[in-house]
């Protein structure tokens, strides 16, 4: 991949972008709600995809009126970790991506560091970011909120104009349009349902891809 004169900063979410993850992460929030005797109606995991876990639990209370006990929080990660374990792959096409990218890179996530740190490790692509991984759990507000786009390019020493943000969900194209940052929609993860494209163009994505090659050429494009 050439060099970018468009974007000096290319921004990643990690779960549903780089790594495959957002499926197992709505069957591990299914099983724990399960454990404690409320069957979530489907679905409804998927549309807080791309929100911090408490708020995806306050989402779930204000549509269902299901609460968690105190302190089950705590189990979330562990449950998911299991499945990752067994199951997690990186998106298709995104090592090429990476290995040909020749600007900035990070990675901005609504997960915690552990759980960032755990994806990237067991798909292989951990040392394309190096110390460049940025929580939400570092700022007051998570997405739709810029504060962790805005964060992520001050630490990386970019102008919010000159990044890039690669999202799969509507939540992180808010996020990232509010930055004043350029957002690409990415409906390449195994969680995409019919409208998606049409719902991130719809919230500010400048263009959605479903596949890491399509996104090259257009960043090349730009060049």
């Not at 995991?45 to 929100?51: E, H, L, P, Q, T």
Request: charged share 20%; proline share 4%.
């Amino acid at each position: 991949m050439g060099n970018v004169s468009s974007f000096d900063l290319v921004i990643f979410d990690c779960d549903g972008v780089l790594v495959d993850s957002e499926p197992l992460s709505c069957l591990a929030f299914e099983q724990i709600y399960a454990d404690h005797g409320m069957k979530l109606p489907e679905g409804i995991v998927a549309k807080g995809i791309g929100m911090k876990q408490a708020d995806i639990m306050k989402m779930i209370e204000d549509m269902t009126g299901h609460r968690l006990p105190e302190g089950v929080e705590g189990e979330f990660w562990p449950a998911t970790k299991l499945l990752f374990a067994e199951a997690l792959q990186p998106t298709a096409g995104i090592a090429v991506f990476l290995d040909g990218l020749s600007q900035k890179r990070c990675v901005a996530s609504s997960s915690q560091p552990e759980r960032i740190a755990f994806s990237l490790e067991k798909t292989g692509i951990d040392h394309h970011f190096g110390e460049a991984v940025f929580s939400s759990s570092m700022v007051k507000r998570g997405k739709p909120a810029p504060d962790l786009f805005l964060f992520a390019a001050e630490k990386m020493g970019v102008d919010p104009t000159r990044c890039v943000v690669i999202e799969d969900s509507p939540f992180g194209v808010e996020g990232a349009v509010a930055a004043g940052m350029t957002a690409f929609g990415y409906t390449g993860g195994g969680h995409t349902y019919s409208g998606h494209a049409e719902r991130l163009t719809s919230v500010g994505a400048r263009q959605v891809f479903a596949h890491w090659d399509d996104i090259a050429r257009e960043i090349l494009a730009a060049a």
